[in-house]
Every structure is written in C-alpha cells, then in structure tokens.
C-alpha cells in the first residue's frame, strides 16, 4: 500500500490516520568524516551487523540479516505502508543503491523500553529501535531525487513508532541524518584528474572538489511551509499523488537545501 501523503508530523510517519511521504536528497554512500566514522561494537549484537553509528542512527550493514528485516518489515507493518517494500529495500541496499537505518533512543529521557505500540522492544546497539530511515541514493528513474553520479539521494521513509513521537526523536535523527550525508559529501568519492595540453607544455589538474551536498525532499502543500522553516527552497511541482489524493491535493512540492 502506498504511503498516503498527509501528515499531523511532517517529517514522521505514524499511522496511517496521521502520516506523510516524505524525501530528502543527500550523497551516495562514501567513506565518513571524523564525526560519523565507523564503529565495531563488539557486544552480542554484533550479529546484527551495524556499519555508522550516531547518537539516534544505526545504520544497517550490506546484507541485511534476517533479524534486521524481519524488525524492517515490523516497523512498516506498524506504520500502515510499505511492509512489502522491505524486501525491494533490502535488496537496493545490497547493491549499494539504498541505505538502512534503524532509529534508536539515543539515551533520551523518558523512553521507556517497549513502548505503548505494540512493539517489541527490540535494540541495537543496547539502544531500543524507536523507527527506521530508508534513503535511497541512486535512482536512474527519478535522478533529479537520487543520483549517485551527482551525490544526491532520497529519504523515501523516515518512520518513528507512535508510542515514541512528540519526543524530538524524529526531528533529532533527521538532523542527525543531514550532519552525516553533509560529512559524507564534502570530497568526491573517486577523485579524477584533467589535463590540460598546450602547444608546449601538458599539465594534469584535478577537479574542483565538491564543497556541498543537495539535499532535497517532495511533500503535500500544506507541509512545505515546515520546511522552509528549515531552510529548503521549492524546485519543482508535480502530481505525484495522483490516484491517492483528488484535484489540487494531489500536487506534490519539490524542495532542496545545500549542506
């Protein structure tokens, strides 16, 4: 079932009765900077397979285990949408065109373990999953949303559990998610050279490095005022939600940030 694009959180998935699509552009996968570096953790959930680790992200390792899709396919059951895109999911991030994350409570106060959701109580990294992102960064059908030649890439879910929102985790690992990708863009991830020949000499320079990342995301009308609030600029309208939403409600609204 596709996600219905109507929100009370614009950034947070929650049940189908109170929900959003979402996207946000950032870069393809490449080494992280100093802040973002990978870490091993060595503790009995290494079984698991984690790869960047951020106060409310734990990236999910290339190939999936079958404990981390089967939490994947809970959290989209949970949220309303999309449980049978888990597998598409899975399968884009073993070839490196998507990312995985799991959201986790970070130590914040107040989240108790369990929730009042249903959920599991499941963790990962001694941290109870409170949500999942799944960011796509290569698309040659939408490039203007993810694009790993020109490092851009998309949050096409970005979920928190409803016993968990209203707590700042959403909002606090979608900050999260920019600081990284905007460590991740700052350099290419293959450098090249050019060269340049003159009538006596031959010199090889190498590119202009890449100083940015855009990040960009499509939403309903009524919730891009929210992000411009956070600094993203309107590129582009279309009627992506035609067939779930009727007449004008059905336009989606394109925005971008530079990081």
């Known amino acids: 079932m596709a996600a219905a694009p109507t929100a009370a959180a614009p950034e947070i998935e929650g049940s189908p009765s109170a929900s959003t699509t979402t996207t946000t552009t950032t870069t393809a996968a490449a080494a992280a900077g100093p802040a973002?570096?990978?870490?091993?953790?060595?503790?009995?959930?290494?079984?698991?397979?984690?790869?960047?680790?951020?106060?409310?992200?734990?990236?999910?390792?290339?190939?999936?285990?079958?404990?981390?899709?089967?939490?994947?396919?809970?959290?989209?059951?949970?949220c309303g949408w999309d449980?049978?895109?888990?597998?598409?999911?899975?399968?884009?991030?073993?070839?490196?065109?998507?990312?995985?994350?799991?959201?986790?409570?970070?130590?914040?106060?107040?989240v108790k373990e369990g929730g009042e959701d249903g959920g599991g109580g499941e963790t990962r990294d001694g941290e109870e999953v409170?949500?999942?992102?799944?960011?796509l960064v290569d698309s040659p059908a939408?490039?203007?949303?993810?694009?790993?030649?020109?490092?851009?890439?998309?949050?096409?879910?970005l979920y928190i559990r409803d016993a968990?929102?209203?707590?700042?985790?959403?909002?606090?690992a979608f900050a999260e998610l920019e600081r990284l990708v905007a460590a991740e863009g700052a350099t290419p991830t293959t450098p090249?050279?050019?060269?340049?020949?003159?009538?006596?000499?031959t010199t090889t320079k190498p590119p202009t490095p890449i100083k940015t990342t855009?990040?960009?995301?499509?939403?309903?009308?009524?919730?891009?005022?929210?992000?411009?609030?956070?600094?993203y600029v309107e590129f582009r309208r279309d009627r992506r939600f035609e067939?779930?939403?009727k007449g004008d409600r059905a336009v989606a609204v394109y925005l971008r940030k530079e990081v």
């Open 243 to 245: 067939g779930e939403l």
């Open 83 to 110: 449980e049978e895109r888990v597998g598409e999911w899975v399968e884009e991030a073993g070839r490196g065109a998507r990312r995985l994350f799991f959201v986790v409570a970070g130590g914040d106060g107040g």
């Open 36 to 78: 973002f570096q990978q870490q091993q953790h060595h503790h009995h959930h290494d079984h698991h397979g984690s790869l960047r680790r951020t106060r409310h992200l734990v990236e999910i390792a290339a190939p999936a285990s079958a404990a981390d899709v089967a939490l994947l396919r809970a959290l989209r059951r949970q």
């Open 164 to 172: 968990f929102q209203r707590r700042g985790l959403g909002g606090a």
């Open 130 to 135: 409170v949500g999942m992102i799944s960011l």
């Open 214 to 231: 855009t990040l960009t995301l499509y939403t309903v009308t009524w919730n891009a005022c929210i992000y411009e609030r956070r600094g």
């Open 192 to 201: 090249t050279t050019t060269t340049t020949t003159t009538t006596s000499t």
């Open 142 to 157: 939408e490039p203007h949303i993810a694009c790993a030649a020109t490092r851009t890439a998309c949050i096409t879910s």
